[in-house]
């Protein structure tokens, strides 16, 4: 009979949502709907999405791509470049950054 041999646990890499930038991100996305004066529920509406799907983004559950991001910086009223200026410039005082 062979000689079975415990294998090492596995070590997992540090995952990307654990990051601090994505915690940044959620903010700022929650700024630019507190900003427009919508609720999760509006803006929600306004996406085709869920109030769940809003809050999952705004705490860092859910990541977007780019058009999401663009969608949502739009119904804010804002561009797509003023999401990445406002999340570059909090990320400058991430620490560790």
């Known amino acids: 009979?062979?000689?079975?041999?415990?294998?090492?646990?596995?070590?997992?890499?540090?995952?990307?949502?654990?990051?601090?930038?994505?915690?940044?991100?959620g903010q700022t996305l929650r700024a630019f709907r507190v900003e427009a004066g919508l609720t999760q529920v509006d803006l929600a509406d306004?996406?085709?999405?869920?109030?769940n799907y809003v809050s999952q983004a705004e705490t860092g559950q859910k990541r977007l791509d780019g058009l999401q991001l663009l969608d949502w910086s739009r119904v804010c009223g804002h561009s797509l470049g003023d999401f990445g200026s406002a999340v570059d410039a909090l990320v400058s005082v991430v620490p560790g950054q």
């Open 1 to 25: 009979m062979p000689r079975l041999t415990p294998k090492a646990p596995r070590t997992t890499a540090k995952k990307s949502h654990a990051r601090p930038e994505y915690a940044v991100i």
């Open 46 to 51: 306004r996406l085709g999405r869920s109030q």
